[in-house]
């Protein structure tokens, strides 16, 4: 069984920095493939970044990257969000996502599984 819980979320100046985690209880989350989504209020939610089980990371959009990271330790059963340099239009519901597959999919309904999202709020 596959349950994810995300934290590290909170209010940041902008120019800061946070990084969210997201642990899975169960025992196959070496096998899983990783997401990241965040849905700011009236938008529809949106893929930030993926990581397969190889360690292989896909950053959605150039405005992402270089500024965002993921990571796994798949000791920790844990996916990382690394977020620096953070801008008011980032503030939004973060969620992890998993499925099973090995490719990086960018639709959320490709998605088995979800965390309940932290909120990380950028203010100017």
């Known amino acids: 069984q596959v349950q994810l819980v995300e934290s590290g979320g909170g209010l940041v100046q902008a120019g800061g920095s946070l990084r969210l985690s997201c642990t899975d209880s169960?025992?196959?989350?070496?096998?899983?493939?990783m997401g990241w989504f965040r849905q700011a209020p009236g938008k529809e939610r949106e893929f930030v970044g993926g990581?397969?089980?190889?360690?292989?990371?896909?950053i959605n959009a150039d405005s992402l990257k270089g500024r965002f990271t993921i990571s796994r330790d798949n000791a920790k059963n844990t996916v990382y969000l690394q977020m620096n340099s953070l801008k008011p239009e980032d503030t939004a519901v973060y969620y992890c996502?998993?499925?099973?597959?090995?490719?990086?999919?960018?639709?959320?309904?490709?998605?088995?599984?979800w965390g309940q999202g932290t909120q990380v709020t950028v203010s100017t």
């Open positions: 990581i397969q089980r190889t360690g292989i990371t896909t």
């Open positions: 169960g025992r196959t989350f070496s096998t899983l493939l």
């Open positions: 996502a998993a499925r099973q597959g090995g490719f990086i999919v960018r639709v959320p309904s490709a998605y088995d599984y």
